[in-house]
């Protein structure tokens, strides 16, 4: 299934969790970004961890807006453990606009073992 596009002018493919309402996920879609969900991914009901491990085999930063990514994304910085990346939404409803540009300015490389907290 693709889920974005080859010519897309974004650096940034994300793995959204099961807390990212779809409405957020369709309209970062219609805009070109590359996003995949864990139910697409046939992920649907693992842990936080395995979400963020299975988004680095997949070269994705996690879109979440549940906060157990973050609490767990700090720990992993602390103990140097490398992660692709987690996208924390605070209101998911207001971030879109946000996400455009974190996607379009950032590559996997800025945003390896890096939190960003949303809408900035």
Request: net charge negative; with cysteine.
């Given at each position: 299934?693709?889920?974005?596009?080859?010519?897309?002018?974004?650096?940034?493919?994300?793995?959204?969790?099961?807390?990212?309402?779809?409405?957020?996920?369709d309209q970062l879609r219609g805009r070109g970004v590359d996003c995949l969900t864990v139910q697409q991914d046939g992920r649907g009901g693992l842990s936080d961890s395995d979400v963020l491990d299975r988004a680095g085999v997949l070269g994705r930063v996690v879109l979440t807006s549940d906060a157990g990514f973050a609490r767990i994304a700090h720990e992993r910085q602390r103990n140097g453990a490398p992660f692709a990346g987690v996208v924390?939404?605070?209101?998911?409803?207001?971030?879109?606009?946000?996400?455009?540009?974190?996607?379009?300015?950032?590559?996997?490389?800025?945003?390896?073992?890096?939190?960003?907290?949303?809408?900035l």
């Open positions: 299934m693709s889920t974005g596009t080859a010519e897309s002018p974004f650096g940034i493919r994300f793995y959204c969790d099961e807390h990212v309402p779809s409405v957020v996920v924390k939404l605070n209101d998911p409803s207001a971030a879109v606009a946000d996400l455009l540009v974190l996607a379009e300015c950032y590559g996997p490389d800025d945003m390896a073992d890096r939190i960003e907290y949303l809408p």
